[in-house]
């Protein structure tokens, strides 16, 4: 690599972790409200495994023959920013790359963003942990907007997935909102959800208010929902179908503004940091095997 390219991870005939190349790719300039961020750490997240292994294609998100860049959510140190971003050189920050049709994405040397898409990371807070909050903060975040408000008669929230990232971070975020939180995890997990405010099961046996479906239970947790209650879902693009009233919503997590409090969270210890493995970029597809093992807890973590 020299001083005008960084390397990139990308698919372009996608058909799981060992379809993914490497790329020597130029670099380019920010512009006006855009930095140029030297990534430190981007965390591997469910949504990166199926777009290496052509889920998105096949829905037509990303039209077929379309180079796709991985990963979402990165920590880095700003390089050059551009007129009205806000930040200098040498900042600290994390943020996303959004959308399923950019061409490179967070799996590499370096990223060109918007301003809106990033925030300041705090100093307690080191870059490998801040890389695996951004997409999972928001997305918990964002899910419990799409359900609504709690009411003292609907306030029953069973969180599915909830030894998950999004699902701890739902968890965590939930009762603030009102929301009375059970999470719904293996027996392993039970210290995990309780530690965080939640009551713990690991076979709901009757329906509930709402469900945030962290473990994309699909039609399975639609059914643990009663009539007229809320579901939303984590797989943009196949909700299940609406039956018995029920309102079903899937989260597309975006940069929304929230980013930097979620971060001040996380450095305060109110959001769960966990990290299974850190692993150099160019062992990508390493990684995203042991990603996809049952059973993982927390996020491997890439290394550029």
């Known amino acids: 690599m020299s001083t005008n390219t960084f390397r990139a991870a990308v698919v372009r005939a996608p058909s799981g972790p060992d ?38 294609h096949q829905r037509g998100v990303i039209p077929p023959g379309r180079q796709a860049g991985l ?4 920590a880095g140190t700003v390089i050059e920013s551009g007129p009205g971003t806000g930040v200098e050189p040498g900042a600290r920050v994390a943020g996303v790359v959004t959308g399923f049709d950019r061409e490179i994405g967070a799996y590499a040397d ?21 890389s695996t909050i951004p997409i999972n903060g928001l997305a918990a975040a ?3 907007d799409l359900l609504g408000a709690p009411t003292p008669e609907s306030n029953r929230l069973l969180v599915t997935g909830a030894a998950g990232v999004v699902g701890g971070y739902l968890l965590a975020l ?22 965080l405010g939640a009551a713990f099961t690991t076979s709901p046996d009757h329906r509930w208010d709402a469900v945030a479906d962290g473990a994309a239970m699909q039609s399975t947790g639609l059914a ?15 909700a299940p179908q609406p039956e018995r009233g029920i309102s079903v919503h899937t989260v597309v997590a975006h940069a929304d503004g929230r980013l930097g409090d979620l971060l001040e969270r996380a450095a305060a210890g109110a959001l769960p940091i966990r990290v ?5 970029l160019d062992r990508v597809a390493d990684a995203q095997k042991e990603a996809a093992k049952p059973g993982v807890r927390g996020r491997v973590v890439l290394l550029p």
Do not use: K, Y
């Open 224 to 238: 643990l929902v009663r009539d007229g209650g809320r579901f939303v879902g984590v797989q943009p693009g196949a």
């Open 19 to 56: 379809s993914i190349e490497i790329l020597d790719l130029p670099t380019r300039a920010p512009g006006r409200g855009e930095a140029r961020i030297a990534v430190a750490a981007a965390s591997i997240n469910p949504v990166d495994l199926a777009v290496a292994g052509g889920v998105f």
């Open 142 to 144: 964002q899910m419990l």
């Open 174 to 195: 939930a009762g603030e909102r009102g929301w009375q939180v059970t999470g719904l995890a293996r027996a392993d997990d039970e210290a995990f959800v309780r530690g």
């Open 110 to 130: 370096e990223v060109v963003i918007g301003a809106s898409e990033f925030a300041v990371v705090p100093e307690a807070l080191d870059l490998v942990a801040a």
């Open 71 to 74: 990963g979402w959510d990165f």
């Open 276 to 280: 299974h493995a850190t692993v150099p």
